[in-house]
């Protein structure tokens, strides 16, 4: 089994920028897919980003352009970079990695981002 500890999380101003960083305890390098997830007060989860291990990238609309994801599968550690924060960015973020065949997924516990306006 892999724990995932997300860091990095906190309060911060519009505008300003965050580094959330998780924290494998084994390999991800079985994990073809890793990403991150957010759930704001009362909604669901939405996809923020993932990538691939072979290095490709998806983000949802909402962050393109100011969050960038980036996995070292030589430290087991998924980086979410955040930039030009808004208030809509508020959420606690999650990071998961996840293996399609045979099908395995870990989720962390989780990171709170406030952001105020």
């Known amino acids: 089994q892999v724990q995932l500890v997300e860091s990095g999380g906190g309060l911060v101003q519009a505008g300003g920028s965050l580094r959330l960083s998780c924290a494998a305890s084994g390999s991800i390098f079985e994990f073809n897919t890793v990403g991150w997830v957010r759930r704001a007060p009362g909604k669901q989860r939405d996809l923020v980003a993932s990538?691939?291990?072979?290095?490709?990238?998806d983000y949802a609309d909402s962050v393109k352009g100011r969050f960038t994801i980036s996995r070292d599968n030589a430290k087991n550690t998924v980086d979410l970079h955040m930039n030009s924060l808004k208030p809509e960015d508020t959420a606690v973020y999650y990071c998961y990695v996840w293996r399609d065949f045979p099908p395995k997924n870990y989720w962390g516990q989780g990171t709170q981002v406030t952001v105020s306006s």
């Open positions: 990538t691939t291990s072979g290095g490709s990238t």
